[in-house]
């Protein structure tokens, strides 16, 4: 006699997410950096050539909350609910087909907009405007950077923007530091 196992969406994924969550702070506690643990002695040569034990302690590095990070958080847990309802829509056995549809179609643009916001996003992080903001919308798009940019470097990000979306120059807004919305 076969077994068979269904697998419900939701509690696949919350496992998959925590069993991902635990190894990453596995490997977060175990990992050495440059061969020396927190708190191992390292032996290292003085200036006048002697030799003296350093106790090597862990640094924590964090970064300052901003208020483009803030905005990120929250937009992040905004779009964690809506993804939420429109599973819920979509799989639920007592909602009508045609609702089903539309809820299924809802989620695939949602996390497509989510993932290519967030590809521009890391693109611009790369390039060094580390709090940068993507808003994409069906027609447009806007970014904000919290610096203040030169007409070539708006260019520029316009120009990646662009390629990536297919949306229309004139239909790409660029907020810096400096601009009044």
Do not use: C
């Amino acid at each position: 006699m076969a077994k068979f196992y269904v697998f419900r969406g939701r509690k696949v994924l919350w496992n998959l997410l925590i069993i991902v969550m635990v190894i990453v702070a596995l490997v977060y506690i175990f990992r050495v950096e440059d061969g020396v643990d927190s708190g191992q002695e390292v032996l290292s040569e003085g200036e006048s050539g002697t030799s003296q034990v350093v106790l090597v302690e862990p640094v924590t590095v964090r970064s300052v909350p901003t208020k483009y990070s803030e905005y990120k958080l929250e937009r992040e847990r905004m779009r964690s609910r809506q993804v939420e309802l429109l599973q819920n829509l979509a799989y639920d056995g007592s909602t009508d087909r045609e609702r089903k549809e539309q809820a299924q179609i809802d989620l695939q643009t949602l996390i497509e907009r989510i993932s290519r916001e967030t590809e521009i996003e890391n693109l611009l992080k790369a390039q060094g405007y580390l709090d940068a903001l993507v808003l994409l919308d069906q027609e447009a798009i806007t970014v904000v950077v919290p610096v203040t940019l030169v007409r070539e470097e708006a260019a520029r990000i316009g120009e990646l923007v662009h390629r990536l979306t297919g949306i229309r120059l004139e239909r790409i807004t660029i907020v810096d530091e400096t601009s009044r919305v």
